[in-house]
């Protein structure tokens, strides 16, 4: 009995603890959360050899880590320095990456295998970063640098998919014949790094490896170099270059055309803005959905609103076959009438518009446009500079900045990307370079901060080339 009673006063004190503890409201049932996320990277624990290992001569090499880990996209992530013929073979398993070279080591020479972030630890991918394993065949460790920024110099943007290539001893026929000696990544900043060098005379490029081969040889990679040789021994500074195609890369068009399907009905659209309004600065056109043959141009009339025929219209057809082109001086604020007869114009299966039609439309006022000026300090006119307006990486306008002060009382409302063009043959383009002539590419530069123009508003900024 006294056993008995014991075990209901231990089960109404567990009772009245819980109640304590968790409340008077009912108690919910729920998953362990499994705690904080593991956000640790991987730690080296040893190397064999040991890492800035001196008058190595062997061929394997293994890491150990606290703990499991992974080495992601070996070929993509991991670059050898000197670039080797064949590439090591690199495995892991658990703790351990092991490292298998299968080139025969030069002597003297400063080895480093950058794997980047391609070691990571097996459970949250947390990246062991940018390390490099650092060894010589020689009785020291080649300590210099060399760094360096490469743009594109179409844009002034940088390009990371590229690669930087460093030629000891090189020739300017190198870059196309043989591999580079080192190679390094270039960062979303386009900034690059050599290390481990020795002293000596080397030649830098920049690629975008089509082919993989480690070379230029196409007119479509796009490609940088330096005209002079770099020494380096210490005191190099950065090294800049600006990278281009020099041939435009053209698609391949299918040997079987796509079959041309014509619709029955002919259609059109305008360009004509919100409310059926003229842009004074661009021309009028009519969008059709099938390819024409116009048949009498003659017959597409613009009028004022008393239908009077306005001289001086060109009425044409673009080149696609399918826009038909007005040109008009439009002046502010002024209204129209487009009358456009039902037999004005036909496809190629003769489908003519359903029915004779006449567009009602009015110009733009001056309140619909703003006011731009642009302010230039330590302007070098030597140079050439060009200002490129951008919409979604086109350039809808182009300025020659031949003074101090530039100012457009029409401008178009919207956000912008502002460009400088150094335009070295004062062509009004961009022109890429030739690597064979020792012709650098015309380098532009875009701004970091877009210009919003507002209607019947005064914009302005200053710009600093």
Same mark, same amino acid.
């Given at each position: ?18 109640? $304590? ?7 919910? *049932? ?38 499991? *880990? ?288 006449? *567009? ?10 703003? $006011? ?80 919003? *123009? ?12």
């Amino acid at each position: 009995m006294k056993i008995k009673n014991l075990l209901y006063t231990a089960a109404a004190f567990l009772f009245i603890y819980f109640l $304590s503890v968790t409340g008077s409201g009912c108690a919910q *049932i729920g998953a362990p959360t499994g705690g904080p996320r593991d956000s640790i990277p991987p730690v080296l624990v040893s190397a064999y050899p040991k890492v800035l290992s001196t008058n190595f001569t062997g061929n394997k090499i293994t890491l150990v880590f606290d703990e499991y *880990i992974n080495v992601l996209e070996v070929q993509k992530n991991v670059i050898v320095s000197p670039y080797p013929k064949t590439f090591p073979v690199i495995n892991f398993k658990l703790k351990e990456v092991s490292i298998k070279l299968k080139d025969t080591l030069l002597e003297n020479t400063t080895y480093a295998i950058n794997f980047g972030n391609a070691i990571v630890d097996n459970n949250e991918n947390n990246p062991f970063k940018e390390f490099t394993y650092v060894f010589s065949t020689g009785n020291t460790i080649d300590s210099l640098k060399l760094s360096g920024k490469v743009l594109m110099a179409e844009t002034g943007k940088p390009d990371s998919t590229l690669q930087a290539l460093l030629y000891r001893n090189g020739n300017d026929s190198s870059v196309e014949q043989r591999k580079p000696n080192y190679i390094a990544k270039i960062d979303r900043n386009g900034i690059f790094t050599f290390t481990n060098l020795s002293e000596g005379v080397y030649k830098i490029y920049a690629l975008k490896d089509g082919d993989g081969g480690k070379t230029y040889n196409s007119k479509i990679e796009s490609f940088a170099f330096v005209n002079e040789d770099i020494t380096i021994n210490g005191k190099n500074d950065s090294v800049r270059l600006y990278a281009y195609e020099e041939e435009k890369d053209i698609k391949k068009v299918s040997a079987v055309p796509a079959r041309v399907v014509i619709e029955k009905k002919l259609k059109y659209t305008s360009s004509l803005g919100t409310g059926g309004q003229q842009d004074v600065l661009t021309n009028l056109e009519l969008r059709f959905n099938n390819k024409l043959k116009l048949s009498d141009s003659s017959k597409i009339i613009l009028t004022d609103t008393n239908y009077n025929k306005i001289e001086g219209v060109s009425i044409s057809l673009d080149s696609t076959r399918k826009n038909i082109i007005i040109k008009n001086k439009w002046p502010l604020e002024n209204y129209y009438r487009l009358i456009i007869p039902k037999g004005a114009v036909s496809d190629s299966a003769n489908n003519v518009l359903a029915k004779s039609d006449t *567009i009602k439309f009015q110009s733009k006022k001056e309140s619909d446009y703003g $006011s731009l000026t642009l302010r230039f300090t330590k302007i070098d006119s030597a140079r050439h500079p060009v200002i490129q307006f951008l919409i979604s990486a086109e350039i809808v306008k182009s300025i020659k900045a031949t003074g101090p002060n530039w100012t457009d009382k029409f401008f178009n409302p919207g956000e912008y990307e502002l460009r400088i063009l150094y335009d070295t043959n004062n062509n009004g383009v961009w022109d890429p370079g030739n690597y064979k002539k020792k012709i650098q590419p015309e380098h532009a530069l875009t701004l970091d901060k877009k210009l919003t *123009i507002k209607a019947n508003w005064d914009n302005e900024r200053e710009i600093e080339l």
